[in-house]
């Protein structure tokens, strides 16, 4: 959605404190978003079992083809499952939501691992669109900015692309995008960021470089 925005990182450390606030349900959510990267269906599509082996969190999730954008269209051959790790953020916000979840009978494997309180299905997009906006809201940031759910996917890209340094092609990979066009769409510059880059060229020194050398 080109509408929404990335967090920076003061902007993300201020919403994971803030979060803490909040159900753990809503915390996983937002997590999971924020260090997979899957977009909101895929991630709403999730069962308890695909990231839980009854004791731990599993080393990763996969999410099937039929569940990924255009799996289930004309050109579905051209897309497959995709697996992402599942980080010690990921582990440390699912293990105390799905002990909780064991303890009072809803932790089967099958069950929606982000269920609806309103139903036997899961979350809707919508729902889960306010859930992240609150928490978005509450750690201080504009209230009914461009905030929403794909805000956590394009933080997702935004940190995979500066802590690779700055490369593109894992980025794609990590992003699960078939164009580097597309991963593109989804980085911004900033002129804080420009404006580093700016002050670093004063920083290098090439080789055979004196200060103060002076053109004979």
């Known amino acids: 959605m080109p509408g929404r925005k990335a967090l920076s990182d003061p902007e993300l450390a201020a919403v994971l404190d803030a979060a803490r606030l909040f159900p753990r ?11 997979t990267g899957y977009r909101i269906h895929e991630l709403l599509s999730l069962t308890v079992g695909q990231v839980w082996d009854g004791t731990t969190v599993r080393p990763c999730v996969c999410v099937a083809r039929a569940r990924l954008k255009g799996g289930r269209g004309s050109r579905r051959r051209a897309v497959t499952s995709r697996v992402i790790p599942l980080n010690a953020r990921c582990a ?3 293990t105390p939501y799905l002990q ?7 932790g089967h494997p099958a069950a929606w691992l ?12 919508d729902q889960a669109n306010r859930i992240v906006k609150r928490i978005i809201e509450a750690a201080g940031l504009e209230a009914g900015g461009p905030w929403g759910t794909h805000t956590l996917r394009k933080t997702y890209c935004r940190r995979i692309f500066q802590l690779s340094k700055f490369n593109l092609v ?11 066009s597309t991963t593109e769409r989804y980085l911004t510059a900033t002129e804080d960021a420009a404006a580093a880059v700016i002050k670093a060229l004063g920083e290098e020194r090439p080789a055979n470089f004196a200060v103060n ?3 004979a």
């Open 100 to 106: 909780t979840r064991a303890a009072g009978g809803t």
């Open 114 to 125: 982000f269920p609806s309180r309103q139903g036997q299905g899961p979350l809707s997009a």
């Open 92 to 94: 440390a916000a699912l």
């Open 170 to 180: 894992l980025t794609k990979a990590a992003m699960g995008h078939a164009h580097l």
């Open 213 to 215: 050398q002076q053109i």
């Open 25 to 35: 349900r809503a915390q996983a959510l937002l997590i999971l978003g924020v260090n």
